[in-house]
C-alpha cells in the first residue's frame, strides 16, 4: 500500500512565524502535491511537484513556496504566517499517467494565531 | 463556470441500502479521468474508484460503482449495501489532458450519512 506521512496532524503557530508542513511518500511517486481544504470551498491546489527540484503554481500559491530536494519529500513553506492561512493541509502523490490516483496523507490541521 | 459539480451537500441512507452519489463535470477535452473519493470525519482522503472517459464499462470495485454516462458528462458513484461506515464527505475529482497534466480539479462534496 501507498503510505503518505505528513509530519504533523496537529500544528499551532503565531502570525508571521516561518511555517514548515513536511510530506514523504515511500512508493518512488513523481508527483506530489499540497491542498488546502477549507469548510464550502472543498480542496484547492497549492503547488505541485512532477519531479526533484521541479515545481507548478496550483490555483492559490500566493503565501505558499514549496520545496522538493529529493523525490520522496515534498514540503511546504509558509513564508510569514496569516491566520487566512489556517486550515487543512492534504498532501498526496501519484504516478504519472492519466489514470493514476492522488494518494493522500492524513491532513495537517494549522491554526494560525 | 464549475468544473466539477455535486448537487447534493447532504445525503441520508439506511443501512443496507444502496445510495446514489451524483457528479457531473464540464471539460471540453476528450481525454479524461474521472475519480471519487472518501474523506472520513477523521480527515484522510481515500481513492475509491476511477473511470476513464474512453473506458467502454462502467468501473466497479467491491460495493462501489460507477454510472458513467458521457453524454451526459455525468459520473455518479454508487454505494450498493451501506455500511455505517461509509458515513463520510465523498468527492467527486476530474484529470483533464490539456493545461497541467497532473492537476484534479475536485467538486465540493456530499456529505453521506448511514442511519442504522
Known amino acids: 500500500d501507498v503510505k503518505v506521512t505528513q509530519s504533523s496532524r496537529y500544528l499551532v503557530k503565531r502570525t508571521g512565524e516561518k511555517v514548515f508542513l513536511e510530506c514523504v511518500q515511500d512508493?518512488?511517486?513523481?508527483?506530489m502535491f499540497w491542498y488546502r481544504q477549507d469548510p464550502g470551498l472543498g480542496l484547492r491546489l497549492i503547488y505541485f511537484?512532477?519531479?526533484?527540484?521541479?515545481?507548478e503554481k496550483g490555483d492559490i500559491p500566493e503565501g505558499y513556496s514549496v520545496s522538493r530536494e529529493k523525490k520522496e519529500r515534498f514540503s511546504l513553506i509558509l513564508e510569514s504566517a496569516s491566520t487566512n492561512q489556517t486550515s487543512m493541509y492534504l498532501c498526496?502523490?501519484?504516478?504519472?499517467?492519466?489514470?493514476?490516483?492522488?494518494?493522500f496523507g492524513d491532513g495537517t490541521r494549522l491554526s494560525i494565531l | 463556470a464549475q468544473k466539477i459539480t455535486q448537487t447534493q451537500p447532504g445525503m441520508f441512507v439506511q443501512e443496507k441500502e444502496a445510495v446514489t452519489l451524483d457528479c457531473t463535470y464540464d471539460t471540453s477535452d476528450q481525454s479524461y479521468g474521472l475519480f471519487w473519493y472518501k474523506q472520513p470525519s477523521s480527515g484522510e482522503m481515500i481513492f475509491l474508484i476511477y473511470?476513464?472517459?474512453?473506458?467502454?464499462q462502467n468501473a466497479t470495485e467491491g460495493r462501489y460503482s460507477l454510472n458513467f454516462q458521457k453524454a451526459r458528462k455525468s459520473a455518479n458513484l454508487v454505494i450498493s449495501a451501506s455500511q455505517l461506515g461509509d458515513s463520510a464527505m465523498y468527492f467527486c475529482a476530474m484529470r483533464e489532458r490539456g493545461g497541467s497534466n497532473y492537476k484534479l480539479t475536485f467538486g465540493k462534496g456530499t456529505l453521506l450519512t448511514v442511519n442504522p
Open positions: 473511470q476513464g472517459s474512453y473506458d467502454e
Open positions: 498526496a502523490s501519484s504516478l504519472e499517467g492519466r489514470n493514476q490516483p492522488q494518494h
Open positions: 512508493m518512488d511517486h513523481e508527483n
Open positions: 511537484s512532477y519531479d526533484v527540484k521541479m515545481k
